[in-house]
């Protein structure tokens, strides 16, 4: 949760995971550690491209369980489409997050493969972040959304900023 940003690679499984995001985290670092056991044990050249928040075709858009563009693009969309005043939107709005579209992540991919010896674990990101409350009012102005908009303290922000340390994926000569 607390982890230093931007968040090199040797960061992870060095302090508590955010409760919010514990399980998905979890499922990620699963992954990786697999990755590296088949190459410790059994020689396999499995490497891992662990991506930044993702958005892109094919994302959920569920009212109550979708991520935060997604979740965003429909509550703006909505709000406009009834003429609402005004749309809430979780937490202070101050919460730094990266976004990564899922074309770039599989172009990373598969520069990755590309590779004669890739790395065994990079992060995968734009290297930039955006509060939540500006990508909101980027979201707004994208719906055509012209009501306001307000933050609800009483919901959780979750990790202050979100942001990848993306220089070992740099020097491979991948670009976002």
């Known amino acids: 949760k607390m982890a230093p940003q931007p968040m090199p690679e040797d960061c992870l499984l060095t302090s508590p995971l955010e409760t919010t ?31 930044t928040n993702l958005y892109g075709p094919g994302d959920n858009y569920h009212a109550e369980n979708s ?20 749309v809430t939107i979780w937490g202070t709005g101050t919460p730094r997050r990266e976004f990564l579209h ?17 790395p065994d674990w990079v992060n995968v ?15 707004a102005k994208t719906t055509g959304f012209q009501g306001g ?17 993306i220089s070992k994926i740099r020097a491979t000569g991948w670009q976002p």
């Open 21 to 51: 995001n514990e399980a998905y985290a979890i499922a990620k670092i699963a992954g990786l550690k697999l990755c590296q056991h088949y190459r410790a044990q059994h020689g396999l050249m499995y490497h891992s491209a662990m991506p």
């Open 67 to 86: 991520h935060v563009i997604p979740a965003l693009i429909r509550r703006f969309h909505e709000a406009a489409e009834r003429g609402d005043e005004s």
């Open 102 to 118: 899922t074309g770039d992540l599989a172009r990373a991919c598969f520069h990755l493969l590309s590779l004669d010896n890739p």
């Open 125 to 139: 990101g734009t290297g930039d972040d955006i509060t939540i409350l500006e990508l909101a009012k980027l979201v």
């Open 149 to 165: 908009i307000l933050t609800d303290p009483s919901k959780p922000d979750g990790t202050p900023r979100k942001l990848m340390y």
